[in-house]
């Protein structure tokens, strides 16, 4: 278990439906992440919330929106879907761990959420 | 801005060789963190090493091993007498702490009996 829990793991829905992906980061993280994995694409960056506000925003479709709540659970908003938006999902979470000199900077993945869109 | 590029598409071995992974990384950043992950067929994105900037000594994990050369600006990633369960994409990155991952496209490794 890595920390970060990402639901659902998989989802299967139609073109033109909108969906809700969950994210809880790893305890005393303060920053989320949404990465998109695609078979063309790679894995890009979507965008950043660090303790509940917006942070940095990539690649990210308007019709898609993400929010960071004050218990830094995170969704990931994908709406008016199409064919194209099938991928992985992935949220990730980053932090130090640690205190003082053994602090250390960890950035952990969450399992993913699988989308389908038919 | 920051890049990481992997120039192995894929690379197919058989049992029990060696195989070097390339990661080469532009950043004009200072301070910088890097990564190297591993993608199963399952799909989940498994951490190996996670390197500063700072800190250039060469790190061996049982059959895996990592050459950092600030010098040349490469990660690279060695794995020692190859299995079958190395087979994955592997995947170098690189961050600026607290910002995002710069993820290079992945090298598909196979690994044959």
């Known amino acids: 278990d890595s920390g970060v829990t990402q639901t659902p793991k998989h989802l299967i829905t139609a073109t033109g439906q909108r969906v809700t992906l969950r994210c809880s980061p790893r305890?005393?993280?303060?920053?989320v992440y949404w990465y998109q994995q695609s078979l063309d694409q790679g894995l890009q960056f979507l965008i950043q919330?660090?303790?509940?506000?917006e942070r940095a925003k990539g690649n990210i479709l308007e019709r898609f929106s993400a929010q960071q709540f004050p218990d830094l659970h995170s969704e990931l908003n994908l709406s008016s879907l199409e064919l194209g938006d099938s991928a992985l999902y992935f949220c990730?979470?980053?932090?130090?761990w640690g205190q003082g000199a053994k602090a250390n900077y960890g950035y952990t993945f969450g399992s993913g959420t699988r989308l389908t869109v038919v | 801005a920051q890049k990481v590029t992997q120039a192995q598409t894929e690379i197919s071995v058989v049992e029990k060789e060696d195989v070097t992974l390339d990661c080469v990384y532009e950043?004009?950043?200072?301070?910088?963190?890097l990564f190297w992950y591993k993608q199963p067929p399952s799909g989940e994105l498994v951490f190996l090493i996670r390197?500063?900037?700072?800190?250039?000594q060469n790190e061996i994990s049982g059959r895996y091993s990592w050459n950092f050369q600030k010098s040349t600006s490469s990660f690279n990633f060695t794995i020692t007498a190859s299995q079958v369960v190395d087979s994955a994409v592997y995947f170098c990155?690189?961050?600026?702490?607290?910002?995002?991952?710069?993820f290079g496209a992945g090298t598909i490794l196979r690994v044959k009996s």
């Open positions: 990730a979470s980053s932090g130090y």
């Open positions: 950043t004009r950043d200072t301070t910088y963190y």
């Open positions: 390197r500063n900037s700072f800190d250039e």
């Open positions: 990155a690189l961050s600026e702490p607290g910002n995002k991952l710069v």
């Open positions: 305890s005393g993280d303060l920053s």
């Open positions: 919330y660090y303790n509940g506000e």
